[in-house]
């Protein structure tokens, strides 16, 4: 049995959970940039967000009327970039320690909303794996 069948046979999520995951998720990106452009007058924030959003149910449309396995797909490599570029942001958020204090415990990084949205894109990414191998 090959690890394609076992998901097709044992998997209780379907193709749908995908595309309404995916949708939660544009959802929240693009609430994210609204907040970032009302809290601090971030333009480019809210111009990202919604670009990023609408590609997000661009693919969900791709995959429910044209195909599941290339809305999927390409919704996988998305999250991939997505998931790189919030950890990256959310690293970005741990607070700096001069060169003359002493490292006596790990920086913290504040959770909202890049480790969020990093936890949201790694769901994302297992829900579009799985969507693929459901698709193949």
């Not at 609204?34 to 959003?53: E, H």
């Not at 791709?62 to 919030?86: D, P, R, W």
Request: glycine share 8%.
């Amino acid at each position: 049995m090959t690890l394609v069948d076992l998901v097709k046979t044992n998997s209780p999520l379907t193709v749908k959970c995908s595309v309404q995951f995916a949708c939660v998720y544009a959802a929240l990106i693009f609430v994210g940039g609204l907040i970032g452009f009302v809290k601090a007058g971030s333009k480019a924030s809210i111009i990202a967000s919604t670009v990023i959003a609408v590609i997000i149910l661009g693919l969900d449309y791709v995959t429910m009327e044209v195909s599941e396995l290339y809305g999927q797909v390409a919704l996988l490599v998305l999250t991939l970039v997505l998931i790189k570029m919030f950890k990256g942001k959310w690293d970005g958020t741990a607070e700096k320690h001069g060169l003359n204090e002493p490292l006596s415990e790990a920086p913290k990084k504040k959770f909202m909303p890049f480790g969020l949205l990093f936890f949201m894109s790694i769901f994302m990414f297992i829900f579009s794996l799985n969507g693929v191998l459901l698709a193949m």
